[in-house]
């Protein structure tokens, strides 16, 4: 992918898709500033991060034109004066539609699926009363279970050492697997069952919520399909749902996290960061 030129903190490309929702590329635009084009919808994205993903992934999937400004995590560009203009929650992802500006994956998420039903398919987040429940009582769960747990195992396994000056301790990184498999069963026993997605026959928001978080995890070197049967069978429907190229190229930055280290220590905001994250790991 190629990067615009650097815009107040962030680096900017465009998304263009064709009338039939297939990727037609991104368009480079000139390196000197520019205005955005006022009906392109912003996203406010950094790939490392699991609900950006999800959001990438959707407008992506379902042909939603977007320009992707690049917030780069590691660097501290959230913290920027030019990224808190758009969001004093300063984190990612952050939508805007034209004056409208939206925090949080799962809004944005819906929002998306609702602004755009008359060409988004239905199953994405179904209209069915009893169906569109069982979407938003994955979605509710997630976020303090699997999401929670595979973000702990993601950032003991990437980013402690860096961060704390040491190894994880192993009764930490036990205690944190565990809890994550048993979010993962859950997932199998409760939410996904034997059906071939979580919702039923088709994909849903739920199951695209879910995949991206369980690649966190996945992408420090931990196989925790291992030993799970359904859960590789299902990961490998959503993959194909979603088209493996688009997947692949979401996950890629996260796929290589073990150069994300090194890149923090060269950040030179680090101090900054270093307080925040060892609120997270006592």
Not at 132 to 154: D, I, P
Not at 216 to 227: A, K, N, R
Not at 239 to 246: H, P, Y
Not at 262 to 274: A, G, P, V
Request: charged share 25%.
């Amino acid at each position: 992918m190629r990067l615009t030129a650097r815009r107040g903190g962030v680096l900017s490309r465009r998304w263009i898709t064709g009338e039939d929702g297939r990727h037609r590329g991104n368009v480079v635009e000139a390196k000197h500033l520019q205005p955005s084009d006022p009906d392109m919808m912003e996203l406010y994205l950094d790939l490392h991060s699991q609900p950006c993903r999800s959001v990438f992934l959707f407008a992506k999937a379902v042909g939603i034109p977007f320009e992707f400004k690049l917030v780069d995590l590691a660097a501290g560009q959230q913290y920027s004066e030019d990224f808190g203009k758009i969001s004093i929650m300063r984190k990612v992802p952050v939508m805007k539609d034209g004056s409208f500006i939206l925090t949080e994956s799962v809004a944005i998420l819906k929002y998306l699926a609702q602004k755009h039903s008359s060409s988004v398919a239905d199953h994405w987040y179904p209209a069915d009363l009893k169906q569109r429940a069982c979407v938003n009582e994955y979605l509710s769960w997630q976020h303090m279970n699997l999401r929670t747990h595979g973000s702990k195992v993601f950032l003991l396994r990437a980013l402690y050492p860096i961060i704390m000056g040491s190894e994880v301790p192993k009764e930490k990184m036990d205690a944190a697997i565990e809890d994550l498999n048993q979010s993962l069963n859950l997932l199998e026993e409760k939410f996904l069952q034997n059906k071939p997605f979580i919702i039923g026959n088709k994909i849903s928001l739920a199951d695209l919520v879910a995949i991206v978080e369980i690649m966190q995890p996945v992408g420090t070197g931990l196989d925790v399909f291992e030993g799970r049967p359904k859960l590789i069978a299902w990961r490998e429907r959503v993959k194909k749902e979603l088209g493996e190229k688009l997947f692949d190229e979401a996950h890629e930055v996260i796929m290589k996290v073990t150069s994300l280290p090194q890149k923090m220590q060269s950040n030179s905001d680090l101090e900054m960061l270093i307080p925040k994250f060892r609120k997270i790991f006592s």
